[in-house]
């Protein structure tokens, strides 16, 4: 009662008397002075400077071939035959020819690269159901507001529903190799290209005691697909559905208009792949489906190898050298400052 009563007043509000409330607990106040500072910062410079190096000297060791195939050879006549809108959803086949100079060494990652497409819209990324792509049934059969206007169709819900599903890349390549013996099929694994939290966690195909076409009964494909979800992949009954990995790997959108995404991996088990891509002549056999002209886009396949460190990307790299390089400019102002004016204070009077 005593402490209530003693509360009361015009000091009422005052905070109390401790160090906490009064701030006068114990602090680390450093000096700021140039033999601190000016250390402080070659050193910064000198770290920023070898990470830039060692990250420049990792980024150059890897390999990259890019082939713009959007008009390149026979696709030429594909580009064509899209621009008619009588044609869209019409499958049409071309060639084009690689030559590569040098042999890909190790792990070779096959990718296909789309230019001025934004996958980075609000609208456009919000254009999905992830609680219908996790197997929900009722928002299977109910999609969310969000995929307008790609919701239904026919009266019939869309499966998988919204903008970025009915958007998705459906070119498919087979890359070929032309040894002196003739021309042989390279290998590629068309699994194991998504992540695992997407492939196990956050897309799941509906329960079902029967067929996969049976669980998706009662919906239907999305208006630009060419085939239902559980007819995706014909040649691997277990990669339909939402958990097929080519629909998993274009389901996470890009952060920039200039993308590329994983398309396959060289299967090094048999001659003459075993070590990589042998130098040499290779084709690629496209089944052209994804018309680019309507947004002034690109078409592009990848051919790269990796690192510990990732693909070729010189961006962090370079990012390094060049604050090395502010720091180190900026450590050299202070230290003429310094040597000039602060060695004594009869010069800072000055």
């Not at 106040?29 to 420049?56: D, E, H, K, N, R």
């Not at 006549?77 to 040098?102: H, R, Y």
């Amino acid at each position: 009662m005593g402490k209530e009563a003693a509360k009361k007043g015009p000091l009422a509000s005052r905070p109390d008397n401790s160090a906490f409330m009064q701030q006068r607990l114990p602090a680390w106040s450093p000096m700021l002075t140039a033999s601190t500072v000016l250390p402080f910062l070659y050193c910064m410079a000198a770290l920023c400077m070898f990470l830039g190096v060692l990250l420049l000297i990792t980024v150059e060791g890897t390999q990259e071939m890019k082939m713009d195939y959007t008009e390149a050879g026979s696709c030429n006549d594909c580009f064509k035959f899209l621009q008619n809108v009588i044609n869209a959803g019409k499958s049409c086949s071309c060639k084009v020819m690689i030559p590569l100079e040098q042999e890909f060494k190790g792990n070779v990652f096959f990718y296909y690269g789309l230019q001025n497409f934004h996958q980075n819209l609000r609208k456009y990324m919000d254009s999905r159901d992830d609680a219908q792509m996790v197997g929900r049934k009722y928002n299977l059969k109910k999609p969310s507001p969000y995929c307008e206007p790609y919701i239904t169709d026919k009266n019939l819900p869309i499966a998988p529903c919204g903008a970025v599903a009915n958007s998705m890349f459906n070119d498919s390549f087979s890359l070929w190799y032309h040894s002196p013996s003739g021309p042989i099929a390279v290998p590629l694994y068309r699994n194991g290209i998504t992540w695992y939290t997407d492939e196990n966690v956050k897309f799941r195909n509906p329960y079902s005691n029967q067929s996969l076409a049976q669980a998706f009964n009662g919906t239907t494909k999305p208006p630009y697909w060419q085939q239902p979800v559980y007819k995706l992949d014909p040649s691997n009954p277990n990669n339909n559905g939402f958990i097929n990995e080519d629909l998993i790997v274009w389901m996470r959108e890009a952060a920039f208009p200039n993308f590329k995404k994983l398309y396959g991996i060289l299967k090094r088990t048999k001659e003459p792949f075993t070590n990589g891509l042998p130098a040499g002549n290779y084709s690629i056999n496209i089944s052209y489906n994804f018309p680019v002209q309507h947004f002034n886009g690109r078409k592009q396949v990848v051919l790269s190898t990796v690192t510990w460190f990732g693909g070729q990307n010189r961006f962090l790299p370079i990012a390094y050298l060049v604050t090395s390089g502010l720091v180190l400019l900026m450590a050299v102002i202070l230290t003429v400052i310094w040597w000039k004016f602060g060695r004594n204070a009869k010069n800072m009077e000055e």
